[in-house]
């Protein structure tokens, strides 16, 4: 089956923990995204990658790190230095990037206690 | 700043009633214009898209919306709920030209009683 898959559902970490989510895509698409789901926040965009060794800050990257070093993956850290780290995360993936539909992810539901 | 706003937060309907979702946008330019659907333990998942010709569009399980540039504005519409269309709702927008991510709205919690 072609899509995103998140890894794992759930992770739990202590604070001043780093903690890396992963990402992986099987659909051959060129841009990968992250975002951030809050409840009544909607999804904010923390980072892009419009091709393999290149990504963007987005919106609220404070926190976070990217790595793309495969096409198919793109891994998100979640540093210590993320104030606020507890949310969901949702990864996304589209063809190319810009006015093109993007696939979502299962999403990772990251809790800092 | 680009951004994205959705006039309803909740909206409860009863089955067979009409809806439309409020979605505005402010945007330099050209624009895209997308209404994802969020239903109970699934994927976000996209319901229609706009990004240029006749600007009423029509998505999958009877959703449609109108594209209306002078009110910036990208309204969602169904003739008839059904409970199943039970979800969240989130209108989003990215530049036209551009190959950065989606401006989402916070989205609407619709509710539709049997």
């Known amino acids: 089956d072609g899509g995103i898959t998140q890894s794992p559902k759930y992770l739990f970490r202590k604070e001043g923990q780093n903690v890396t989510l992963s990402c992986e895509q099987n659909?051959?698409?060129?841009?990968m995204y992250w975002y951030r789901q809050d409840p009544g926040q909607g999804l904010r965009l923390i980072y892009y990658?419009?091709?393999?060794?290149?990504?963007q800050k987005g919106d609220i990257a404070e926190g976070y790190s990217v790595s793309r070093e495969k096409k198919e993956s793109f891994p998100l850290t979640v540093t210590s230095a993320q104030k606020n780290p507890t949310a969901f995360y949702l990864c996304?993936?589209?063809?190319?990037?810009?006015?093109?539909?993007?696939?979502f992810g299962p999403g990772t539901r990251l809790t800092v206690t | 700043a680009q951004s994205v706003s959705q006039h309803n937060h909740h909206v409860i309907l009863s089955e067979a009633a009409s809806l439309e979702l409020g979605c505005n946008y402010s945007?330099?330019?050209?624009?895209?214009l997308f209404w994802y659907v969020q239903y109970p333990g699934q994927h976000l998942q996209l319901l229609l898209k706009?990004?240029?010709?006749?600007?009423l569009v029509k998505g999958i399980k009877g959703f449609e919306a109108e594209f209306i540039k002078s009110k910036f504005s990208f309204n969602l519409r169904k003739p008839s709920v059904q409970w199943s269309d039970t979800a969240e709702y989130f209108c989003?927008?990215?530049?036209?030209?551009?190959?950065?991510?989606?401006?989402f709205g916070k989205g609407t919690h619709l509710i539709i009683q049997p």
């Open positions: 996304a993936s589209s063809l190319r990037g810009g006015a093109y539909e993007q696939y």
């Open positions: 659909l051959n698409h060129d841009a």
């Open positions: 990658s419009q091709i393999v060794n290149d990504f």
């Open positions: 945007y330099g330019g050209t624009v895209n």
């Open positions: 706009y990004f240029s010709g006749d600007p």
């Open positions: 989003a927008a990215s530049s036209g030209g551009g190959a950065d991510g989606l401006t």
